[in-house]
């Protein structure tokens, strides 16, 4: 991939608006675009980027083949979301008239807070908070409407979320599929806000998000939805996993950062929500980081008192791996970069419980998930999944090598910069301007930022 083209994508989207930044995309050629089309459909920006050139009536900048391949993934993304939408109608009317208690978690209920437009998101589950007294009722609704329940890994928490995939999975798409209607959908059941103990963070989360639930609405729905301070913190508590297992769609930040932006002002919103997270240090931290990454890649105001300003260690950490990997670390292509692994040291306080971790994560040896099954009972789809699913593996062999090496590289560094004196801390970017800190740029951008 092209990095300088992801970054001009990147600054193309903040929520400070494109005003010139668009005219850069016009440098590139159109290999560059093609190289960078795979990260481009994984970032979740494919569809983003296409709906700001329209805004700004600048599609011109764009190579012409590159323009339609954005179009026609737009016009699948919408054919998709018409299905999605009476899939999940079905599932949560099933839901109501077996009696479970549940609200609906990000997808649908981000609209419009969070996005304008539903058929700009890629989408390919449904998340339910689900009490746990409606657990096995909802296991025999989703059952009986098609969904198989997923098989957990051995060694997981049973707590863990559960996961139900429809019809027959095929994880190994083409980039234009990932817009079809074709791909099967998941539904997943989380049973509290945080539910990752394994990665050594234990998190107090609120346990009245059921009760405070409110009904949200979107074309003609109606269903139950967090509370506006608990749905941002899930938010933010979904991004932390993503970063914590080294991978997470720029588009999640984005979301967040037009939230931070047309919530600036409200001051009694940002009581409420400070009440929820400030008796836990754990949740402070976590959502200072998510909110400064929202930051750093969209340029989105940071409330009072969540800018990672606090004088212990572990904000000082948090602020110096933000200026120093943060763009780096989201460019990344999907699987993603170890180098999260420098994050995640920070919450885990037991040296011996962090040595496993790092252990498991950095040399895992459990048996790889099923990226790809047959879509037909016949020997020609049997002969593709099977060579997919090797194409898989190899490909995380490749990650958790190159991920090794990596981490081991830049751990002492990092160790060494946080033994120094005076971590720096602070805006990522400064009020007054909305520019960058010149620590926080890609090599080439250094010296040559407009």
């Not at 010139?20 to 979740?44: A, I, V, Y």
């Not at 805004?55 to 299905?83: C, F, H, M, T």
């Not at 059941?189 to 989360?205: A, P």
Request: aromatic fraction near 10%.
């Amino acid at each position: 991939m092209n990095q300088d083209l992801a970054l001009a994508i990147l600054r193309s989207l903040t929520v400070a608006g494109p005003r010139d930044k668009l005219q850069r995309l016009r440098s590139f050629s159109h290999r560059d675009w093609e190289r960078t089309f795979p990260w481009l459909d994984e970032s979740g920006l494919a569809l983003e980027l296409l709906n700001v050139l329209d805004r700004a009536n600048a599609r011109g900048v764009l190579p012409p083949s590159i323009e339609k391949d954005l179009s026609v993934r737009l016009a699948n993304n919408r054919q998709r979301l018409a299905a999605m939408r009476s899939e999940f109608d079905s599932i949560n009317r099933a839901f109501e008239q077996a009696g479970v208690d549940y609200a609906v978690l990000k997808g649908f209920s981000l609209v419009p807070a969070y996005t304008p437009d539903p058929s700009l998101r890629s989408q390919h589950d449904y998340d339910y908070l689900v009490d746990a007294s409606s657990l096995e009722t909802a296991r025999q609704v989703l059952r009986a409407a098609g969904f198989h329940e997923k098989v957990q890994r051995p060694g997981l928490d049973p707590s863990d979320t559960i996961e139900f995939i429809g019809g027959l999975a095929n994880c190994s798409a083409s980039d234009e599929e990932w817009y079809s209607a074709r791909i099967p959908r998941r539904v997943e059941l989380h049973l509290s806000l945080w539910q990752y103990d394994r990665d050594g963070i234990s998190l107090q989360t609120p346990k009245d998000a059921l009760v405070r639930k409110r009904y949200a609405g979107w074309d003609g729905l109606r269903f139950p939805a967090l509370a506006g301070d608990d749905a941002l913190l899930f938010h933010c508590l979904h991004a932390f996993h993503h970063v914590l297992d080294y991978w997470c769609r720029p588009s999640c930040f984005l979301e967040i950062a037009r939230f931070l932006a047309g919530r600036a002002s409200d001051r009694e919103f940002w009581d409420s929500f400070r009440s929820v997270v400030n008796g836990t240090e754990n949740l402070l931290d976590i959502v200072g980081l998510i909110f400064r990454l929202a930051s750093q890649l969209f340029e989105a105001p940071i409330p009072q008192g969540f800018g990672l300003a606090g004088a212990n260690r572990r904000s000082r950490a948090l602020d110096l791996w933000v200026r120093r990997y943060g763009i780096e670390w989201a460019l990344a292509r999907y699987p993603g970069s170890k180098l999260s692994l420098l994050l995640h040291q920070e919450f885990v306080e037991d040296p011996s419980t962090w040595r496993e971790i790092r252990r498991r994560r950095l040399l895992p040896f459990h048996g790889l998930d099923r990226a790809a099954e047959p879509l037909e009972s016949n020997m020609k789809s049997n002969w593709k999944a099977e060579r997919r699913q090797w194409g898989f593996a190899i490909a995380r062999i490749r990650h958790h090598l190159v991920g090794l090496a990596t981490y081991a590289w830049h751990a002492p560094g990092w160790q060494r910069r946080l033994r120094r004196k005076g971590a720096p801390t602070g805006s990522v970017f400064p009020a007054r301007d909305g520019v960058p800190a010149a620590d926080c740029l890609l090599p080439s951008e250094k010296g040559g930022a407009q």
